[in-house]
């Protein structure tokens, strides 16, 4: 392919979320929004795509990586203002500029990859992502000239009662010729509603000049959401968790309830395991094969389950590695601990991990077994083979030797196994 040059917009407010995060930094199934769009500027093999920032930039970019090209738009004028921004740092760049908005995070590679095809090899000046919505409220419309050619885009705002029949839309989603998109740019005026300068505006502005203006419909419309509100964000996390449990199923992992079942992005589970419903497992979690968890069950950041693991319903576990062939099957809490092979984990166990803004492990070694409602006051050690009484406390800084049982209120040692 010819050389292409990839644009990322994520520099506006995003007043509509009415949120104190940035929008782009608003999370779906635990993972930024952006961080979807990079994704698929990398896998469309786009070496340096240029980000434009600009609104809490220096928060935004921090969740960068070092080596990305980030552009700073001083005012927030405007869709176009951000692009004209974005080229400076192109410095003269020949050829295909793709732009993608980082509010438009469920995008798939192939409805990109088809978009470049046709646009290169029609020898297109722009061309346009669209959709056929039956809502299309909020969104752009296509207008079309008496030999249905695109001769512009109306924003929602901008549009009348006519125009908000239109059902076709723009996805933002543009790719032109470098010298075209410079030389329209430079037309665009802020004559409309909110005052800006609208990328949108180019396409009129080309189609004037007679340069060839053209658009590829994308056929999951589900790709094209964007967005600006809060319900949005919703609508498009619940897609991004079907993608998500479909795979998971794909691979081998069985998914009782996938409607109620919240794997984040990038969370790692073995074949054969079973997810039972209601469970939230966060990101970076990684389960190994044959487990079973849930239902009830949240898995939070730092867990890791190797094979073989039980862990039943109403628990929580944060921070802790647990080998394999170990069961807790009823609420519980384990928080930064350490479990061993084998071990069994009575119903209602809590280590008591958070001392005065501290943390501390709780260590317990193969073939333990721990009473019902026992309570670690970390840090404690528990040995190989030891046992806890139902309704044991163990404190702080305790050490139960191997083959050990321990009772009571502080407890104590009983016997040796
Ligand atoms: C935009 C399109 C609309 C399209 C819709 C698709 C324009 C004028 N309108 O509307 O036709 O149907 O997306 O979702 O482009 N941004 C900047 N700098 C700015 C303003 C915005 O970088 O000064 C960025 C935002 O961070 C966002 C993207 O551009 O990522 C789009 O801006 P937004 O305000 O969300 O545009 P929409 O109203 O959704
Ligand atoms: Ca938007």
């Known amino acids: 392919m010819k050389k292409i040059a990839c644009i990322i917009l994520a520099a506006g407010k995003g007043e509509?979320?009415?949120?104190?995060?940035?929008?782009?930094?608003?999370?779906?199934?635990?993972?930024?929004?952006?961080?979807?769009?990079f994704e698929l500027a990398k896998d469309l093999k786009i070496k340096k795509p240029v980000t434009v920032l600009g609104h809490r930039h220096q928060e935004v970019r921090k969740s960068l990586s070092p080596g990305e090209k980030v552009v700073i738009q001083k005012r927030l004028a405007g869709t176009a203002d951000a692009v004209k921004c974005a080229l400076s740092a192109l410095k003269g760049f020949k050829g295909t500029v793709l732009v993608l908005y980082a509010d438009i995070p469920l995008l798939r590679k192939d409805s990109i990859d088809k978009l470049l095809k046709y646009h290169i090899e029609n020898n297109v000046d722009a061309t346009i992502l669209t959709a056929q919505l039956d809502k299309p409220?909020?969104?752009?419309?296509?207008?079309?000239?008496?030999?249905s050619s695109v001769l512009g885009i109306v924003e929602e705002k901008d549009a009348d009662d006519f125009?908000?029949?239109?059902?076709?839309?723009?996805?933002?989603?543009?790719?032109?010729?470098?010298?075209?998109?410079?030389?329209?740019?430079?037309?665009?005026?802020?004559?409309?509603?909110?005052?800006?300068?609208?990328?949108?505006?180019?396409?009129?502005?080309?189609?004037?000049?007679?340069?060839?203006?053209?658009s590829v419909r994308i056929s999951d419309t589900d790709e094209a959401l964007g967005i600006n509100s809060r319900s949005e964000l919703a609508k498009a996390n619940a897609l991004m968790q079907k993608r998500i449990n479909e795979d998971f199923m794909q691979k081998g992992i069985t998914i009782v309830d996938p409607d109620s079942t919240f794997i984040s992005y990038g969370v790692k589970i073995g074949r054969n395991t079973t997810i039972y419903p209601f469970t939230v497992i966060e990101r970076g979690v990684k389960?190994?094969?044959?487990?079973?968890?849930?239902?009830?069950?949240?898995?939070?950041?730092?867990?890791?389950?190797?094979?073989?693991?039980?862990?039943?319903?109403?628990?929580?576990?944060v921070r802790s590695k647990i080998s394999s062939k170990t069961i807790a099957k009823h609420f519980c809490y384990l928080g930064d601990s350490r479990i061993g092979q084998n071990v069994n984990i009575g119903a209602g166990t809590v280590t008591a991990n958070f001392d005065r803004g501290k943390k501390s492990i709780t260590e317990i070694k193969d073939r333990a077994n721990i009473g019902s409602d026992t309570i670690f006051v970390a840090p404690v050690k528990i040995g190989k083979g030891a046992i806890?009484?139902?309704?044991?406390?163990?404190?702080?800084?305790?050490?139960?030797?191997?083959w050990t049982a321990v009772a009571g209120v502080p407890a104590r040692v009983l016997k040796k196994r």
């Open 16 to 37: 509509r979320m009415k949120s104190d995060t940035p929008k782009v930094l608003h999370p779906l199934c635990g993972r930024p929004m952006l961080e979807y769009v």
């Open 137 to 147: 409220s909020g969104y752009g419309r296509i207008l079309r000239d008496k030999y």
């Open 163 to 214: 125009q908000k029949d239109i059902k076709e839309i723009n996805t933002g989603i543009i790719c032109f010729k470098s010298e075209s998109l410079s030389e329209g740019l430079k037309y665009i005026r802020p004559n409309n509603r909110k005052k800006e300068y609208y990328l949108t505006d180019i396409i009129s502005i080309l189609y004037k000049k007679g340069k060839l203006i053209d």
């Open 287 to 317: 389960i190994g094969k044959r487990c079973f968890v849930g239902p009830f069950a949240h898995l939070r950041e730092g867990t890791e389950l190797k094979d073989d693991v039980t862990l039943g319903n109403f628990l929580e576990v």
């Open 388 to 402: 806890t009484g139902a309704g044991s406390v163990v404190t702080k800084h305790t050490k139960v030797k191997d």
